[in-house]
């Protein structure tokens, strides 16, 4: 498809020894939302790793809007429009949530603009303006999570990328931040979402993929997926 | 005539003067140690080097080094940046020791090169400034050069202060040394802001050297007992906090000065590491400030 912002061919990587992905395929079109789910292991927030930088791949095609960044330093992919906000949601504990987001927006294209885009997180997240001077480890854990949720749109991105978004949170603060996510999708982000939490992760995504020992086995839209019986039986426990 | 009152006051002043020099010192160590957990055992060397390079610009054009200060700190900034691109980067990620055994045995270099281009000699200079004494009421002098020392490694204290604290650099650094698996994900380019962290430590070392050249006297190993104190006022000020190492310096000059108006000079170095060591065992995380720089 001529529109994917994101396309990833046979994608293969490794630590050290250990070679986590063997064939990560898969493609996401500018403005869906796309869950990854698998079990534990099975190479989701190593896919997340490869896209923004953090492992390099050694294998296979990786492009996005267009061009190879399979050999770039994580920092020139988030200036290339992908945001990565990573599993556990690590902030800078003994910042406070405003510079937490001023370094969200680090990077010289949206700089400028710093003070405009903090507003409109505050305007997403209401809860992050009364917190604003708080120091962001001392924020509760779906606060946090609010606060890298913001600090990742500060960079202004085309795709974001979110690690276990649901990770340590109760069920209704759970809610509240695929709610936020869905709204997130609807402002025109693209977003990838590595979620153990099938349900809720489909529920709000436009298309899911399948990973399983490290390689895509199944993708589909959210209604065909948690209607398959192999999913049902894996990741349901129905 | 009120002796009791105005000797240990001159003793503080004298101490808050020498006291400033040393902030400057321990806040560069405090910088490079709170941004990359490196324990830079050069550091004294790179204050050396400082004190040479205005000593030879000093001889060659006579400018005072209250002038020329800038100088040490551009060369130092260099030499700390190139150091850190070229000898720590392709170490980083292994034990720290590998990290403590490279940079002393760079400051060996370093004290050995100084020794073979210029010689063990001691050297000192003269400049007009050092005969003048400003008094304050009939019991109280302060020498001219301290106060202009004092004056310009205040506002350089600040200037540091204020980069690391509110500018998006010193942000980058910060977030460098509270999550170093997140720094990058924000765009920030971990390598060259240690490297430019790593040269305005240096640069700090490099401009306290210049500061000291006409109040001091100079040889080859003139860095070793800064660096020493250095150490000192980085666990004082709690690891890596740059503006607890900034208090810690003046706290060091004042126990000092009235350490050796009491007790005599040879005591100085004594208290400090009495301090030293009773921080460590009772507040490991340092008096004057908890947070990481």
Known sequence: ?238 | MLNWFYIPLQGILNGLLTGALYALIGMGMALIFGVMRIVNFAHGAFLMMGMYATYVVFQATGVSPYYQFPLAGVLLFFVGYATYMGLLRPIRGQVDFMVILLTMGLALILTDAAQLVFGADYHQINIPLLSKNIHIGPQISINAPWLVSFGIAMVLACALYWVVTQTMFGRAARAIAQNPYAAPLMGINVNRVQAIAFGIGSAAAGISGALLLPVFYLFPEVGNQFKLKSFVMVVLGGMGSIQGAAIAGLVLGVVESLTSLYWGNEWALAVDFVLFILVLSLKPSGIFGSQRA
Do not use: C, W
């Open chain 1, 1 to 238: 498809m001529s529109d994917a912002l994101l396309t990833m061919d046979d994608v293969r990587a490794s630590y050290g020894d250990f070679q986590a992905l063997f064939n990560i395929t898969l493609e996401i079109r500018a403005g869906e939302i796309v869950t990854l789910i698998g079990a534990n292991g099975a190479g989701k927030t190593t896919t997340l790793r490869v896209i923004s930088g953090l492992l390099r791949s050694q294998h296979g095609q990786l492009r996005f809007d267009g061009q190879d960044i399979s050999k770039l330093p994580p920092h020139e992919i988030v200036v290339r429009g992908v945001s990565h906000v990573p599993e556990g949601r690590q902030l800078f504990p003994h910042m406070s949530v405003e510079e937490n987001l001023a370094l969200g927006a680090y990077i010289g294209r949206v700089r400028p603009k710093l003070k405009d885009l903090v507003e409109e997180q505050f305007e997403l997240f209401p809860r992050l303006k009364e917190r604003r001077r708080q120091l962001a480890g001392t924020l509760s854990g779906g606060e946090q999570q609010m606060v890298a949720l913001a600090r990742g749109l500060m960079a202004a991105p085309k795709l974001l990328l979110l690690d276990e978004p649901s990770l340590g949170l109760s069920p209704k603060i759970v809610e509240e931040v695929f709610a936020k996510v869905q709204q997130i999708g609807k402002s025109g982000v693209t977003v990838l979402i590595v979620e153990q939490n099938v349900v809720d992760g489909l529920s709000i995504s436009d298309r899911g993929y399948v990973v399983e020992n490290g390689e895509v086995t199944l993708q589909g839209t959210p209604k065909e997926l948690l209607g398959n019986e192999q999913i049902r039986a894996a990741y349901l426990g129905l």
